[in-house]
């Protein structure tokens, strides 16, 4: 018994609560809004109504100057003035007021005092029979004109919510693979035009985004595949030459060895890259002034070989995130100065605070690039005209710039890209004001 009745406790919720659609919402609103504003009107007037008809004069003292007779009237019927005789009686004679102490109708003699009392009793029921049916023809009306304005108010809301409807039905049909069709919602410029315009620029993103997804896995197993077919040239130029030396056997592993370092490569930068685009599990004090230091003072060898002048100007720069991915942005920033850059060329880093954002720059000289071109920079696997791979962060893959705009994101950064007058590029991150370190972990430095 007691599992039957959980059981049928339960059902309701299992059934689960009818749903109020927007539409049914929207009537009820209206129908709602016509009740109290039709009630409070209908109020109003029976107050006004109840007023005046109040203030509605009724006698107090009848003033009677003959003693008359009227068989045919009955008590409580009023006789008009005019219808009474002349002072004189019927016989002409005058006669004082006061030897006229009532009025006899139908042989009962009324006193003045009863006559008052029982015509004011006739006009108060008289003012509250017309409010009485003034309230019930309003309720009346009210009622009628409550049900035209459900009904008005359904088909109200149906057009209303047309437009919207119609958005539903064409976003339903658009899938990954229909992602080029638009909504095209015509119509005034209201809500609803905002609302379709605003989906279509969603879908243009969605489509722009997917695109270089299937560009980037395109590219990603070209890139992949093209190492694992040289070493396997290697292999089977060594395996079907039955004279190869023992020094031709180590030439073949060496450079398969160095083939496996470049895809290690790859792949790291592939793992940055991926570990950026999904979030910070993080955030540690950060000075840009110490990690542009570092960076320099390791790559000041190679600025010597490429024999490029480096302009450091380091002012303090601290920024709350993650250290291992802020290192790897200014270090992608740097070895993209120096790969793309001419002989003789310059080199400029600036580190500082500007409206209490931590400012990266980097500038360097080199060939110049059209302003259209620098976004298709980065895209992975974008590289400049003669460039190969030969470092180790990912610059030679065309991923050294992808990996510096998916860290910026990541950090809230603000990365601006301007070419150069003379050549090269300028390349600026801005990143938030610092803010509480998480609790995950010990905070470096404490």
């Given at each position: 018994m007691?599992?039957?009745t959980r059981?049928?406790?339960?059902?309701?919720?299992?059934?689960?609560?009818?749903?109020?659609?927007a539409r049914?919402?929207?009537?009820?609103?209206?129908?709602g809004?016509?009740?109290?504003?039709g009630a409070g009107?209908l109020g109003f007037t029976?107050?006004?109504?109840?007023?005046?008809?109040a203030?509605?004069v009724i006698?107090?003292?009848?003033?009677?100057t003959?003693?008359l007779?009227?068989?045919?009237?009955?008590?409580?019927?009023i006789?008009?003035e005019?219808?009474?005789?002349?002072?004189?009686g019927?016989?002409?004679g005058?006669?004082s007021?006061?030897a006229l102490?009532?009025?006899r109708?139908?042989?009962?003699c009324?006193t003045q005092?009863?006559?008052?009392r029982e015509l004011?009793?006739a006009?108060?029921y008289?003012n509250?029979?017309?409010?009485h049916?003034?309230?019930?023809?309003s309720a009346?009306?009210?009622a009628v004109m409550t049900?035209?304005?459900f009904?008005?108010g359904?088909l109200?809301?149906?057009r209303v919510l047309?437009?919207?409807?119609?958005i539903t039905?064409?976003a339903e049909t658009i899938?990954?693979t229909?992602?080029?069709?638009r909504?095209?919602?015509?119509?005034?410029?209201?809500?609803?035009?905002k609302?379709a315009?605003t989906?279509?620029?969603l879908?243009?993103?969605?489509?722009g985004s997917?695109?270089a997804?299937?560009?980037f896995v395109?590219?990603a197993?070209?890139e992949?595949?093209?190492?694992?077919t040289l070493?396997q040239?290697?292999?089977?130029?060594?395996?079907?030459?039955?004279?190869?030396?023992?020094?031709?056997?180590?030439?073949?592993g060496?450079?398969?060895l160095?083939?496996?370092?470049?895809?290690?490569?790859m792949?790291?930068a592939l793992l940055?890259?991926?570990?950026s685009?999904a979030?910070l599990?993080y955030?540690?004090?950060?000075?840009l002034?110490e990690?542009?230091?570092?960076l320099?003072?390791?790559?000041r060898?190679?600025?010597?070989d490429h024999?490029?002048?480096?302009?450091a100007s380091?002012?303090?720069?601290?920024?709350?995130?993650?250290?291992?991915?802020?290192?790897r942005?200014a270090?992608?920033l740097?070895d993209?100065?120096?790969r793309?850059?001419t002989?003789?060329?310059?080199?400029e880093?600036?580190?500082g605070t500007w409206?209490?954002?931590a400012?990266l720059?980097?500038?360097?000289?080199g060939p110049?690039?059209?302003?259209d071109?620098?976004?298709?920079l980065?895209r992975?696997?974008?590289?400049?005209?003669?460039?190969?791979?030969?470092?180790?962060?990912g610059?030679?893959?065309g991923?050294g710039l992808?990996?510096v705009?998916a860290?910026?994101?990541?950090?809230?950064?603000?990365?601006?890209t301007?070419?150069?007058a003379?050549?090269g590029?300028?390349?600026r991150a801005?990143f938030?004001?610092?803010?509480?370190p998480d609790?995950q972990g010990?905070v470096a430095?404490?």
């Open positions: 007691t599992a039957l059981q049928l406790a339960a059902l309701p919720s299992r059934l689960g609560r009818p749903s109020l659609t049914l919402r929207l009537t009820l609103l209206y129908g809004l016509f009740i109290i504003a009107l029976f107050w006004l109504f109840a007023r005046a008809t203030t509605k006698p107090t003292r009848l003033s009677f003959a003693h007779r009227f068989p045919q009237v009955l008590p409580g019927t006789v008009p005019r219808s009474l005789p002349a002072p004189g019927a016989h002409g005058a006669r007021p006061a102490p009532c009025i109708y139908h042989s009962h009324i005092t009863v006559m008052n004011r009793a006009a108060v008289a509250w029979v017309d409010l049916a003034l309230l019930t023809r009346i009306a009210l049900v035209l304005a009904m008005l359904w109200v809301a149906g047309r437009p919207l409807r119609a039905m064409t899938s990954s229909s992602l080029h069709e909504l095209a919602l015509a119509g005034p410029d209201d809500e609803f035009k609302l315009d989906l279509d620029g879908l243009a993103r969605l489509e997917f695109a997804q299937r560009h395109a590219n197993s070209h992949l595949r093209t190492p694992l070493d040239t290697v292999l089977q130029v060594a395996l079907r030459n039955p004279r190869t030396t023992v020094e031709q056997w180590r030439a073949a060496e450079e398969l160095e083939s496996g370092r470049q895809q290690e490569r792949l790291e940055t890259l991926a570990t685009e979030g599990a955030r540690r004090p950060v000075d002034r990690v542009s230091a570092c320099l003072q390791a790559r060898d190679q600025f010597q024999q490029i002048q480096i302009r380091l002012d303090h720069a601290p920024l709350t995130g993650d250290p291992d991915l802020i290192e942005l270090a992608n740097f993209n100065a120096i793309h850059n002989a003789d060329g310059t080199v880093v600036s580190t409206d209490g954002r400012v720059s980097v500038a360097n000289s110049a690039i059209p302003a071109d620098i976004d298709r980065y992975p696997f974008q590289r400049l005209p003669g460039t190969c791979a030969s470092n180790g962060n610059n030679g893959y991923l992808s990996i705009r860290i910026a994101t990541a950090h809230g950064a603000v990365l601006t301007r070419p150069r003379g050549g590029l300028r390349i801005a938030p004001a610092p803010r509480a609790e010990p430095g404490l």
